[in-house]
């Protein structure tokens, strides 16, 4: 897979004063957004299979999470849901969204022992 740059401009010439660094209010339906920043869904699509290949073939190295914090990771992860229940609900029990990245919790019974901050990555 090779990665398809649309727009050969950086980010920030892009988007000029859209273009945010570090933290900023957004409404909680625009907390997990589901679109490609750039409005390149391909290239969205292909980032989302190199996070799945990553996590399945090098999981140590992409994902690592301290000693008792599962109950913290159930509280995002339910969090996680719950967004995406309310604001992403038209994809929510579809095998295959449209969008083709968001998982919604549809894992292999093995991944039902993983970590739930890995889980909750996987939905989105």
């Given at each position: ?5 649309i727009d050969e401009r950086a980010p920030w010439q ?101 970590h739930p901050l890995d889980r909750a990555a996987r939905?989105?």
């Amino acid at each position: 897979m090779g990665f398809v740059m649309i727009d050969e401009r950086a980010p920030w010439q892009r988007l000029g004063f859209k273009l945010k660094l570090g933290l900023r209010a957004r409404s909680e339906a625009e907390w997990l957004p589901s679109n490609d920043l750039f409005g390149n869904q391909a290239a969205r699509a292909e980032q989302i299979g190199l996070k799945a290949k990553l996590l399945a073939k090098q999981h140590q190295d992409v994902f690592s999470a301290m000693p008792n914090t599962n109950a913290a990771g159930d509280e995002v992860l339910a969090m996680v849901r719950q967004h995406l229940t309310t604001y992403h609900n038209d994809h929510a029990h579809n095998d295959h969204p449209p969008d083709n990245y968001r998982h919604y919790d549809r894992m292999a019974p093995a991944d039902a022992g993983l970590h739930p901050l890995d889980r909750a990555a996987r939905l989105v």
